[in-house]
């Protein structure tokens, strides 16, 4: 290996005069989807009621949202702030790893996601017997540790290549794809990088899908029609963000295989960063802060402020006023 460092690129075409504009986006996306999970994680470990088995799953895709945007913007931001593209090669080979672990990890959250709303539909009666915290908390640790197994088939070949030059990564980070490009000679390794990546995207997938045609025709079985609508409404915002999440993903890692599909760099690198950050950044908004049972303990919080407030003000005396 006689390359030391690897330089990231980002937006090949982008004007230097934009570098500060961009940098400013990537760092208030950040910090928004940081927050945006951590409030929920935050409210999750102050509320008892809420240590249930769905919530458990909404904490875990929080935690992990939380991870793969730290692992991958920063680098980014200082990219486009301070003109720092440099990384070390041992250190694009910890963030591509740890980019494609939380990629595999939320795939299987959504997996677990969905067998728990499969179970709570359609068998309502064992779900508590079936879905119990205990039980969700031994899912959630396997999803969590199973994860490094699939990136880390690529990040064994990778430390094992030889990287010649140049080392430019026309990517807003380092990634399996990327890397590849940079290799010397055979790149046989990304044919099984790529099959991984497959098996678990598109495996959960197609649990994901069957789930979800059992769930709505549960419901079309229904007869109580709110509930009909509630649980259409549910399995619609998850369908789109899950849309969101696959579809991209294909044809990103499925171009260099198929002639027909032809990607330019800046084209890539928007689609990745559109699958890899709208979906942390709204999915506490979509699977959380619009639960009624979250929004319940908001309004809850914010009136026992409102009556601490107006306590303080009556206690107050005329002299200290």
Same mark, same amino acid.
């Given at each position: 290996?006689? =390359?030391?460092?690897f330089?990231?690129?980002?937006?090949?075409?982008l004007?230097?005069?934009? *570098?500060?504009?961009?940098?400013?986006?990537?760092?208030?996306? $950040?910090?928004i989807?940081?927050?945006?999970?951590?409030?929920? %994680?935050?409210?999750?470990?102050?509320?008892?009621?809420l240590?249930?088995?769905?919530?458990?799953?909404? %904490?875990?895709?929080?935690?992990?949202?939380?991870?793969?945007? @730290?692992?991958?913007?920063? !680098?980014?931001?200082?990219? $486009?702030?301070?003109?720092?593209?440099?990384?070390?090669?041992? @250190?694009?080979?910890?963030?591509?790893?740890?980019?494609?672990? *939380?990629?595999?990890?939320?795939?299987?959250?959504?997996? +677990?996601?969905?067998?728990?709303?499969?179970?709570?539909?359609?068998?309502?009666?064992?779900?508590?017997?079936?879905?119990?915290?205990?039980?969700?908390?031994?899912?959630?640790?396997?999803?969590?540790?199973?994860?490094?197994?699939?990136?880390?088939?690529?990040?064994?070949?990778f +430390?094992?290549?030889?990287?010649?030059?140049?080392?430019?990564?026309?990517?807003?980070?380092?990634?399996?794809?990327?890397?590849?490009?940079?290799?010397?000679?055979?790149?046989?390794? $990304?044919?099984?990088?790529?099959?991984?990546?497959?098996? #678990? =995207?598109?495996?959960?997938?197609?649990?994901?899908?069957v789930?979800?045609?059992w769930?709505?025709?549960?419901?079309?079985?229904?007869?109580?029609?709110?509930?009909?609508?509630?649980?259409?409404?549910?399995?619609?915002?998850?369908?789109?963000?899950?849309?969101?999440? $696959?579809?991209?993903?294909?044809?990103v890692?499925?171009?260099?295989?198929?002639?027909?599909? @032809?990607?330019?760099?800046?084209?890539?690198?928007?689609? @990745?960063?559109?699958?890899?950050?709208?979906?942390?950044?709204?999915?506490?908004?979509?699977?959380?802060?619009?639960? !009624?049972? #979250?929004?319940d303990?908001?309004?809850?919080?914010?009136?026992?402020?409102?009556?601490?407030? !107006?306590?303080? *003000?009556?206690?107050?005396?005329?002299?200290?006023?």
């Open positions: 290996m006689s =390359l030391s460092e330089l990231i690129v980002g937006f090949p075409d004007q230097r005069e934009y *570098f500060h504009l961009v940098a400013w986006f990537f760092f208030v996306l $950040y910090v989807t940081v927050v945006g999970n951590l409030i929920l %994680v935050v409210v999750f470990a102050l509320e008892p009621s240590q249930k088995p769905m919530y458990i799953i909404m %904490v875990s895709l929080a935690l992990s949202d939380i991870g793969f945007t @730290t692992v991958a913007l920063p !680098k980014l931001i200082a990219r $486009y702030w301070w003109n720092d593209g440099s990384i070390g090669v041992h @250190t694009c080979f910890f963030q591509r790893h740890m980019i494609h672990y *939380f990629g595999s990890l939320n795939s299987l959250i959504l997996l +677990t996601m969905a067998l728990d709303r499969c179970l709570a539909v359609c068998f309502p009666f064992r779900y508590p017997l079936l879905m119990t915290v205990p039980n969700m908390l031994g899912l959630t640790v396997f999803s969590w540790i199973i994860a490094h197994i699939f990136p880390g088939i690529g990040t064994i070949n +430390t094992f290549a030889s990287f010649c030059g140049p080392n430019r990564i026309i990517q807003a980070f380092c990634d399996t794809l990327s890397l590849t490009a940079l290799v010397c000679g055979e790149t046989n390794q $990304y044919g099984a990088s790529y099959g991984a990546a497959m098996f #678990i =995207l598109y495996f959960p997938l197609g649990f994901i899908i789930s979800y045609f769930i709505i025709f549960s419901v079309f079985r229904m007869s109580n029609n709110q509930g009909k609508k509630k649980t259409i409404s549910t399995c619609a915002t998850q369908g789109f963000i899950i849309a969101i999440y $696959y579809l991209p993903r294909f044809f890692y499925s171009t260099p295989f198929f002639p027909n599909l @032809t990607m330019t760099a800046d084209k890539r690198m928007v689609t @990745t960063l559109f699958y890899s950050f709208f979906p942390p950044l709204i999915n506490p908004f979509i699977y959380c802060l619009r639960t !009624k049972e #979250i929004q303990i908001f309004k809850r919080w914010i009136q026992r402020q409102k009556t601490i407030l !107006k306590m303080d *003000f009556k206690n107050v005396s005329p002299s200290q006023v």
